[in-house]
């Protein structure tokens, strides 16, 4: 279905129980990601909770109206909010998405009941690693210069985008299945324009470290043991700052554990959303 959401008609599906607490889910990669891997993941939550699943501006299905900003995105999905529930929300978000989950709950706290992030962090203070990481994996096609234009928002079309993502693939999961992921690759929406205004103007200045103490919402921090574009560290010090989060790590999972490992994925998270029960108003 399709919404008009601040002069932009942005792609969104409801799922699951109607008459359920309502999780949104925020998904990564700005210009590559879209809701259908959120959906495959996190479906089975439908027995209990209406899931909410957004195409952000300018990826997937949605529009490409601009700004491309963490402001507009997060506003995006507050109006989202406002328009579908009315009251507050559990909101997750994986990798890129994680930004905006975290930038979101700071940003609109009492819109939110519970935060769940999954491989993602709290600053670019880490990137480094990430890139070190591509650069000694030795697989081939990889170099300084193209991950840098990767990176830095630099990609100069759609199909570039397409190239350089595919060069990376094999650093994302634990076992590698080159058949599956080409199928992926096959079917995803490249939108370089908005990859790169992400890569190039969001990411730099992206630091919300100092802010994590003022989030009250509990927490679920979640991370693939081996992620590679996200490392473990990034999320221990998510959690060492907010007051109330628990880190749970994947040992056999790369930067997807919602897929690599999925059910006990899926379980960690009723088990949470339990523990944490939302007060409903009166």
């Known amino acids: 279905m399709f919404m008009n959401v601040n002069d932009n008609e942005l792609y969104y599906e409801v799922h699951g129980n109607p008459e359920g607490e309502v999780i949104f889910f925020i998904h990564g990669a700005p210009g590559l990601g879209d809701c259908r891997s959120d959906i495959k993941a996190f479906s089975a939550l439908g027995d209990t909770y209406k899931l909410v699943f957004m195409d952000m501006r300018g990826s997937g299905r949605s529009e490409g109206r601009p700004p491309f900003t963490h402001e507009q995105w997060t506003a995006d999905i507050e109006a989202v909010r406002r328009e579908l529930v009315g009251g507050p929300?559990?909101?997750?978000?994986?990798?890129?998405?994680?930004?905006?989950?975290?930038?979101?709950?700071?940003?609109?706290?009492?819109?939110?009941?519970?935060v769940l992030l999954r491989d993602t962090?709290?600053?670019?203070?880490?990137?480094?690693?990430?890139?070190?990481?591509?650069?000694?994996?030795?697989?081939?096609?990889?170099?300084?210069?193209?991950?840098?234009?990767?990176?830095?928002?630099?990609?100069?079309?759609?199909?570039?985008?397409?190239?350089?993502?595919?060069?990376?693939?094999?650093?994302?999961?634990?076992?590698?299945?080159?058949?599956?992921?080409?199928?992926?690759?096959?079917?995803?929406?490249?939108?370089?324009?908005?990859?790169?205004?992400?890569?190039?103007?969001?990411?730099?200045?992206?630091?919300?470290?100092d802010q994590l103490a003022g989030i009250n919402a509990p927490m679920l921090v979640t991370v693939g043991r081996h992620d590679w574009?996200?490392?473990?560290?990034?999320?221990?010090?998510?959690?060492?700052?907010?007051?109330?989060?628990?880190?749970v790590i994947f040992e056999n999972s790369g930067h997807s554990p919602q897929l690599e490992e999925n059910e006990r994925y899926v379980e960690l998270v009723r088990r949470f959303l339990h523990k944490h029960r939302a007060v409903q108003p009166l």
């Open 89 to 114: 929300i559990t909101i997750l978000g994986g990798s890129y998405g994680g930004f905006l989950t975290l930038e979101y709950a700071i940003r609109y706290p009492d819109s939110v009941t519970r």
């Open 121 to 209: 962090a709290a600053s670019s203070d880490f990137d480094y690693l990430s890139i070190d990481r591509a650069l000694e994996s030795g697989i081939e096609g990889i170099t300084e210069e193209n991950m840098t234009r990767l990176f830095g928002g630099e990609v100069y079309s759609d199909e570039d985008l397409k190239e350089l993502f595919t060069l990376i693939q094999p650093l994302y999961t634990v076992e590698y299945d080159e058949e599956a992921v080409r199928q992926r690759l096959d079917q995803i929406y490249y939108r370089h324009e908005t990859h790169n205004f992400a890569f190039r103007y969001n990411k730099p200045a992206f630091n919300l470290v």
């Open 229 to 247: 574009v996200t490392p473990v560290i990034c999320s221990e010090t998510i959690a060492s700052c907010v007051p109330n989060a628990e880190l």
